[in-house]
């Protein structure tokens, strides 16, 4: 591909043009390293700033409930495949509520509340009404749950969410047992509820092809997502995928820069795992995590992978993002 045609996409994506799959998927080829490589991770960096503020976003996840799941993924450390189960706990809700009110101390910007595929949907709403009461009143409230229909989007609604975090993921149906039409379904029903849609382009792993790569941006484009994201997957032991290896950073930081540049998120831009190279690259918004994970065996994600906010903080401010 000519250094010409890189040059007009820089040109038209630095006019505030709409960036379209083509475009995308050239960008994508650009050889890690080069010339071009460095002038789109500025180019995506200048785009972010400017409607970000120059600042950057902390959200907070507590994983509340840890079962072998049912859905299986073929990445994750809670799959039925790799947990045994005989950890498995559900968080005291006291301790979520004490463990909101640190967050909400320490100055996080959302939070998110994550469970398993298993976890009851009614256990969940009122679970999630006992943490609400501990959050400042403005502050959004994110469900990362498994799927759901309308009537369920508009209890989630009710109980204080002001939205989900929901995607189709890449492989979805063969590396994991569920259905990628229903995933899209639940995200019909989240957008026609009223609830904001937190979108990410996950869990990217070396064998995704550009093409794939791209319907995932260009799906987010299809909802109203002022919050998208990149995630990378993480070889976790154990799991059916860890012999796939992981994207390097180099590549997640390229991904960023294409999905900022083609999503053009008005919110925020996350990343995982973040680092500061994605930081300069279109990102400003990556999370602190308490107690499980699905990229961490350990079930106490803040001892060992999970960010702290004092981390998120630290990486932030590496990338010279306010927060
Ligand atoms: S990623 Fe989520 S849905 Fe998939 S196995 Fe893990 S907990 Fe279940």
Redesign the pocket.
């Known amino acids: 591909m000519s250094t010409e045609t890189i040059k007009t996409i820089f040109s038209r994506a630095q006019a505030g043009e709409t960036l379209g799959r083509e475009d995308a998927l050239k960008l994508l080829a650009i050889p890690n390293g080069s010339r071009e490589y460095y002038e789109l991770l500025g180019i995506a960096n200048r785009d972010a700033r400017r409607p970000f503020a120059n600042r950057g976003q902390i959200f907070a996840q507590i994983g509340i409930e840890a079962s072998p799941?049912?859905?299986?993924?073929a990445?994750?450390?809670?799959?039925?495949d790799v947990f045994d189960g005989k950890d498995s706990f559900v968080l005291p809700v006291s301790e979520a509520e004490t463990i909101t009110e640190q967050l909400v101390k320490a100055g996080v910007d959302e939070l998110f509340l994550?469970?398993?595929?298993?976890y009851g949907k009614e256990a969940f709403l009122s679970y999630a009404a006992a943490v609400k009461k501990h959050l400042p009143k403005a502050m959004r409230f994110v469900a990362n749950v498994?799927d759901f229909d309308e009537a369920y989007a508009q209890k989630l609604k009710e109980a204080g969410f002001t939205g989900v975090y929901h995607i189709r993921?890449l492989g979805e149906g063969v590396d994991?047992r569920?259905d990628p039409g229903q995933r899209i379904r639940t995200l019909d029903a989240a957008r026609d509820a009223g609830l904001e849609l937190y979108y990410c382009v996950e869990p990217i792993g070396p064998e995704h092809t550009p093409e794939e790569i791209v319907d995932e941006i260009f799906r987010a484009r299809e909802y109203p997502v002022e919050v998208m994201a990149v995630m990378k997957r993480v070889c976790v032991p154990g799991t059916k995928l860890y012999s796939r290896g992981e994207i390097s950073a180099a590549e997640l930081a390229k991904i960023c820069a294409v999905t900022e540049l083609c999503v053009r998120p008005k919110r925020a831009m996350g990343v995982h795992e973040p680092d500061e190279l994605c930081l300069m690259a279109g990102a400003n918004q990556i999370y602190a995590e308490v107690s499980v994970n699905?990229r961490d065996r350990s079930l106490q994600t803040e001892r060992s992978r999970g960010a702290s906010v004092e981390r998120a903080k630290a990486l932030l401010h590496a990338a010279e993002w306010e927060w």
């Open positions: 799941c049912a859905a299986n993924c990445f994750c450390s809670l799959a039925e994550m469970t398993t595929a298993n498994g993921r994991t569920l699905p």
